[in-house]
């Protein structure tokens, strides 16, 4: 059993509620950082844990946090992006629903060491259950205390909101998500400016993910070092992984960083393994944009090492061989799946996301859609794969955001790795149509 | 005063200064070309990804490479930063397929389009673009509607640059049209009929570097190329006056703004001038325009005292 | 000013919910409420978004109408023309489908007789094929309301379709 730090409580009946949640524990945090703790302490501690973003890019959270502008008589502004909507991804809805406090918790630490004095929680509009779910449990530590004017005698003060998306995947993406905030279309921001320096209203602003701020608990109960001392390198602390695809036991695990993928997939603690006794063909292992590894690089990295879960192991190899950590979106196809079939449905994911702002994306992300709707019907030229490889390219890098890159990269790595798949389907028109493909051959290393 | 160098040329600008407008400054081919940024906006730029480039060198203090090329618009310069524009195979790269992005949903409808001769995905296509295109699939289409009396909107044509929203946001106090639904779906419009009434909304046409926004009170009169700019003002209450009048013979065909190098006007004119005051005697010619811009427009020869060979043929 | 008198108001309730909603954002920034006040006006005039309702949310709001145009139309949750009693978004993104989301979205398809985008002729149902709803691990799955119905079967399907026609008729 790997350590849980965000879902130890889960299982107490009642956590939900204020009352039982503040006798397990709860809000001691905050007791601590408001009695004995300076905002710099605090800020000092998430540094030292060694705490990456858990949204997806993995920038370290003290850095970020340090990078925020403090000028004279502005105020500063902590968002949480709770706007969850990468495929594959469905853990913060799960920490939200179950254990609201600790969110509010974490977001209590944060804006206390940042300075802030307002925060909103921006959370998908789909999720409109869990803002009633947070909203109630707002009240509470408002009606306790832990929120509102000078908090528990410290002088501290803070308003916390939550508000909706309705429906944008890119409201995800931060400056985006800041519009949104404003009640304007979520269109990302051009930068510079970055957030930190203007963000919402044109003042400094941080935005950091559900899972991340609800970590800052577990960082200021146990200290920063600890933390530090949990996971591997310089993937330190826990992370939910949401599974889902083709497994036994599809939902959301709390791992140490560090686990071995092949614990993680096939151990009953966790995925328990490939539905009905399948093989497996492949994996994403971050979240829909994350590139997808075939079966043979999915437990191994391409130099035979054992692939763990960890930013690092993910990403080992880089583009080529390996993939990244992402949101924690680890979704699994067995034999009976079709690598085309499922990146023209990410791709289509992407082109209806699209903000539509800038040329790559708004065009490009369309067009790989229609390319790839083709060769899946059987319509395909083989000079469309080389076509669709020359348009993700293009795309990739040179959009506003990084929605452009997410666009991307899915198709580059299923031609990179099921290229024999796509020709197939090139060649078999009308065989494609009836059967799936299958596995594809393991290359044979020469070197 | 920081120093940049762009393609090799080293030029001082003042802090802030984005990487286009030094380059601008240092003029010829250093500088990228931009379909959305519009130095006279308030808000602009960053969409297009024309203006794209190559920051070899971050800054004196910090030489590291940005890992991405970067929207020259809107992106400062630092001391000693160093850029790639023209000289970048890596930008060039890039802007080949912006350009191929953005036309493959374009009508190409140039034959046609009142904007031939004076557009800038014109220019663009024929600097960067490719002969030939690899788009296979339907291209999208919209009617073309009437937002207003004098103003039409192609929207098949549209790049989505966002200029013109941020025209009427800057010039008048109730914007009516906007940029609905969103991806490749995107389109300006008002959502419901409407029309754009404002004293200075015919400067949509001008700030449009496509043939989207049309002047319906010259539609289909003439190609550019057949008529003579004339720098031209009036007294006029509500702007300066200041104007470009595109003559044939006596006739006056249509009024602009007074367009730079760049193709943005000089001042915004209201549209009074613009669509209603066409009779010559309303206005003092100053001149013929000298059209900045390598533009077919030039290639007439209208700046020319007429020489006894034209008068002969006139 | 006199304000234009229309037929279109908000329960006094709903009123009171957007004055608190308001209230979360500092002074002058009222229209950060925009997203969630048309939640509301979706949820008390029929699921949709007319043109009178958008005009009406933005005297409210104290905005141009084109800015709850831009907005309505952005996003994916809003409906800008008449839907049907129920709207069943169904989710049919890559995570729903390898758990067999696309044979339950054929299924409704054939129960309901209409395609994705379309509503039933007695205007009961409207379909919408949606992107990633975050259930992925409790696909295929559907929203209909504030509710999420995950871990579909044909058979849950037809007994869902059923409870919602018998509180509808």
Redesign the interface.
């Known amino acids: 059993m790997g350590r849980k730090l965000l879902l130890d409580r889960i299982n107490i009946e009642g956590i939900k509620t204020y009352d039982v949640y503040r006798k397990s524990g709860g809000y001691d945090a905050v007791e601590k950082a408001l009695k004995k703790m300076t905002p710099d302490e605090v800020v000092e501690e998430v540094k030292k844990s060694g705490l990456r973003g858990r949204g997806g890019a993995g920038f370290p959270t003290g850095m970020k946090w340090s990078f925020i502008a403090k000028p004279e008589g502005v105020p500063r502004y902590l968002l949480c992006n709770a706007d969850e909507s990468e495929p594959g991804t469905f853990k913060d809805r799960y920490l939200m629903e179950h254990i609201p406090h600790l969110l509010i918790e974490g977001m209590i630490l944060s804006s206390y060491a940042l300075g802030c004095n307002k925060s909103f929680i921006y959370i998908r509009g789909e999720f409109m259950w869990i803002l009633h779910i947070l909203e109630k449990a707002i009240a509470e530590a408002y009606a306790n205390g832990w929120l509102g004017k000078n908090i528990k005698g410290s002088g501290f003060d803070l308003d916390l909101h939550v508000t909706p998306g309705a429906g944008a995947y890119i409201c995800g993406e931060e400056t985006a998500l800041i519009e949104s905030l404003e009640g304007k279309r979520g269109n990302p921001r051009i930068k510079p400016p970055f957030p930190a320096i203007k963000g919402l209203w044109q003042s400094p602003t941080v935005v950091n993910n559900v899972e991340t701020l609800s970590a800052v608990v577990p960082i200021i109960t146990m200290g920063g070092d600890t933390y530090a001392g949990i996971g591997i390198g310089r993937s330190t602390g826990t992370k939910l992984i949401s599974a889902c695809g083709n497994i036994s036991k599809p939902g959301v695990y709390e791992i140490e960083l560090g686990l071995s993928v092949e614990e993680f997939l096939y151990s009953d603690e966790y995925c328990g393994g490939i539905k009905d006794g399948k093989r497996l063909k492949a994996c994403v292992p971050g979240g829909s944009s994350v590139p997808i590894l075939p079966h043979f690089l999915v437990t191994k990295t391409a130099n035979g090492e054992q692939r763990l879960m960890s930013y690092e192991s993910l990403a080992d190899g880089g583009f080529a061989t390996g993939s990244m950590l992402g949101s924690g979106g680890f979704i699994v196809f067995d034999e009976d799946q079709c690598v085309v079939r499922n990146t023209w449905n990410f791709t289509r994911f992407y082109h209806h996301e699209s903000c539509g702002q800038c040329s790559p994306c708004r065009e490009g992300t369309g067009w790989m859609e229609k390319v790839l709707h083709r060769i899946e019907n059987g319509h395909g030229h083989m000079h469309d794969i080389d076509l669709l490889w020359d348009v993700q390219r293009k795309i990739e890098g040179n959009t506003i955001c990084p929605l452009g890159d997410a666009a991307a990269w899915p198709v580059a790595a299923a031609i990179r790795h099921f290229r024999e798949e796509f020709e197939w389907h090139i060649n078999e028109p009308k065989k494609c149509l009836e059967k799936n493909y299958g596995l594809v051959k393991e290359p044979v290393l020469t070197v | 005063m920081p120093k940049v160098t762009i393609d090799g040329h080293t030029i001082e600008v003042v802090e802030g200064t984005s990487i286009l407008n030094a380059a601008r400054q240092i003029g010829g081919d250093s500088v990228p070309p931009a379909m959305c940024y519009y130095s006279k906006l308030d808000v602009s730029g960053g969409k297009c990804r024309t203006c794209l480039v190559e920051v070899t060198k971050g800054s004196e203090k910090d030489p590291r490479p940005m890992p991405k090329l970067v929207a020259s618009c809107s992106t400062p310069v630092m001391d000693g930063m160093e850029v790639g524009n023209k000289t970048s195979a890596k930008v060039m790269d890039a802007r080949k397929g912006v350009v191929e992005f953005l036309l493959i949903n374009h009508p190409l409808d140039c034959p046609i389009c009142d904007q031939a001769g004076e557009c800038d995905l014109q220019n663009l296509a024929y600097e960067h673009g490719a002969s030939g295109t690899r788009y296979e699939e339907d291209k999208r289409v919209f009617e073309k509607i009437d937002i207003g009396p004098n103003i039409q909107l192609h929207m098949t044509r549209c790049i989505l640059c966002y200029r013109c929203v941020n025209t009427a946001e800057q010039l008048t106090e109730k914007r009516v049209h906007g940029v609905l639904k969103r991806g490749d779906a995107s389109e300006i419009g008002t959502f419901i009929e409407n029309s754009l009434d404002n004293e200075f909304i015919g400067n949509v046409i001008d700030v449009c570097p496509v043939g989207a926004l049309t002047d319906k009170t010259f539609r289909f009169k003439s190609r550019v190329w057949f008529l003579n700019p004339m720098n031209a003002h009036r007294n006029c209450e509500k702007c300066s006056g200041e104007t470009v009048v595109w003559m044939f013979g006596d006739e006056i065909y249509r009024v602009t703004g007074r367009k730079d190098a760049y193709g943005e006007v000089k001042n915004f004119i209201c549209n009074t001038c613009r669509f209603d005051t066409k009779d010559l005697a309303q206005w003092t010619i100053e001149g013929p325009r000298h059209i900045e811009r390598d533009s077919v427009i030039g290639q007439g020869h209208y700046e020319l005292k007429p020489t006894n060979t034209v008068k002969e043929i006139g | 000013m006199e304000e234009i008198q229309t037929k279109i108001e908000f329960k006094p309730e709903t009123l009171k919910e957007i004055d608190r909603i308001i209230k979360?954002f500092?002074e002058g920034?009222q229209?950060?409420?925009?997203?969630?006040v048309?939640?509301l006006a979706q949820h008390e005039f029929d699921n949709w978004l007319s043109?009178d309702v958008m005009d009406y949310v933005a005297r409210l709001?104290h905005?141009?109408?084109?800015?709850v145009?831009?907005?309505a139309?952005?996003?994916?949750?809003?409906n800008v023309e008449k839907v049907g009693k129920v709207v069943i978004?169904f989710c049919?993104?890559?995570?729903c489908?390898?758990?067999g989301a696309e044979k339950i979205l054929k299924h409704i398809e054939s129960s309901l007789n209409i395609k994705p985008g379309q509503t039933t002729e007695d205007g009961m149902f409207t379909l919408k094929a949606?992107?990633?709803?975050?259930?992925?691990?409790?696909?295929p799955m559907l929203?209909i309301g504030?509710?999420?119905y995950e871990n579909l079967t044909e058979e849950k399907v037809d007994t869902l379709l059923n409870d919602f026609r018998l509180k509808f008729n």
């Open positions: 979360q500092p920034k229209k950060s409420a925009l997203l969630r048309l939640h043109v709001l905005i141009n109408p084109i800015e145009y831009e907005v139309t952005f996003y994916s949750m809003y978004e049919h993104t890559g995570p489908c390898l758990v949606v992107e990633c709803l975050g259930a992925c691990g409790y696909g929203q504030e509710t999420f």
